[in-house]
């Protein structure tokens, strides 16, 4: 009976159980580090880009946008449509919003933010700006005195766009809105601050407010803004509203995007830079590990191979030995990733200027980096196999 394929398995049987305990764990630890170091950096530019897009379509745009015809300023009957629009299937809820054409002014300082006349409960089932209130409160619907400003407009410090702001505002005190010649002083109710700097330069009033100061507009939007039941069935969506006759133009939150697709743009470039690091520097961890085992064991081997053992066995050993590592490694951190590192950053989010931002990886993803892990190590595990092996025996029994 041929008991040679039986070898490396004995042999690695004999490594596994007879081998230094801290130097296998040692082992198995620093492959585990490699592969976590794989996983964090994918995870964490997947989690700036999804906390980004989050932002947009939770803070800024809802999912679907719809605007006016070719050749109109407005959508009329505003309400009318939203409710029209919140029937088609896929959409959760609706809410129209009209651009001010105005320029607010605090005490000495005056800047042309955006400012949006909006229906306050409706908006609130679309955005979650309702929830995002640093301070005072939110619009109630018929309070046509009040208006709602984003940090980056009220100023104060540590605020990013402090220079260009009101340096401070309060709530409770008094801004001044222009509109074609028409001014009127609305208190602040509240100062809202969603970490995401486009939505903290905009300005919220009621549809009551505008209304008294701009008649014409009773009843009008220049947008509405749809949230839909799941993110990316957009087009789905659209197709649904187009086909139930509601009329305007229809674009996505990715064509409202605007800079940030350059930044997620810009994310995912780093993101494939630094996944090739990683993967590099999980090869040449793995390969260290290897080639230091095998230099101290080359009398060994040079043993094994006098005896008559053939170097594709000892090769077949070390490749076992790699595997080994690999799948024990891959196991303990993927342990410790799951089970510490994205529960840590889930309740301590990385907190930036555009999202807070978690840990996010998908399935494919992390089965894609697993098996990048085995590859590299079964390929950086050969290499000093296949060197030690070619050695001629006597030199390999003397250690030179």
């Known amino acids: 009976m041929n008991y040679a394929p039986r070898i490396p398995f004995f042999l690695i049987w004999r490594f596994i159980t007879r081998s230094n305990k801290w130097t296998l764990g040692l082992t198995i630890f620093l492959m585990a580090v490699a592969f976590i170091n794989l996983l964090f950096i994918s995870s964490l530019f997947n989690g700036i880009i999804d906390g980004t897009n989050q932002q947009i379509v939770k803070t800024y745009t809802g999912n679907v946008i719809i605007t006016p015809t070719e050749g109109n300023d407005y959508i009329d009957h505003a309400e009318t449509m939203s409710a029209q629009v919140e029937t088609v299937a896929g959409v959760t809820a609706a809410s129209p919003e009209t651009l001010v054409p105005g320029e607010l002014g605090y005490h000495n300082i005056k800047g042309a933010w955006q400012i949006l006349a909006i229906n306050p409960d409706q908006e609130s089932r679309v955005t979650n700006v309702s929830e995002k209130m640093m301070s005072g409160e939110y619009l109630d619907a018929d ?125 995912l470039s780093i993101n494939v830079l630094m996944t090739f690091v990683g993967i590099l520097i999980a090869a040449v961890t793995i390969f260290i590990v290897i080639y230091i085992d095998i230099s101290n064991k080359r009398r060994q081997i040079g043993i094994m191979r006098a005896i008559g053992i053939k170097p594709y066995i000892i090769r077949t050993t070390y490749i076992l030995q790699t595997v080994v590592y690999s799948v024990a490694g891959v196991a303990l951190g993927t342990a410790l990733f799951f089970g510490v590192l994205v529960p840590y950053f889930n309740w301590h989010p990385f907190a930036l200027p555009i999202c807070d931002a978690v840990l996010k990886i998908d399935s494919v993803d992390f089965i894609a980096r697993m098996e990048t892990v085995f590859l590299v190590a079964i390929g950086a595990g050969l290499i000093p196999a296949f060197t030690v092996t070619r050695m001629k025996i006597l030199n390999a029994i003397l250690g030179k």
């Open 143 to 267: 309070d046509a005195n009040g208006i709602i400003i984003g940090r980056q407009i009220a100023g104060g410090v540590d605020v990013e766009s402090d220079f260009y702001s009101f340096h401070g505002a309060q709530v409770g005190e008094a801004v001044k809105l222009t509109v074609g010649g028409v001014s009127k002083d609305f208190i602040i109710r509240g100062i809202f601050y969603t970490k995401f700097i486009n939505t903290d330069q905009r300005a919220f009033i009621t549809q009551a407010a505008l209304e008294s100061m701009l008649p014409p507009v009773a009843g009008k939007a220049t947008q509405i803004i749809v949230k839909t039941t799941k993110t990316g069935q957009e087009d789905k969506v659209i197709a649904a509203l187009e086909a139930a006759g509601i009329t305007g133009k229809f674009g996505t939150w990715q064509d409202a995007a605007g800079l940030m697709k350059s930044v997620t743009k810009s994310f």
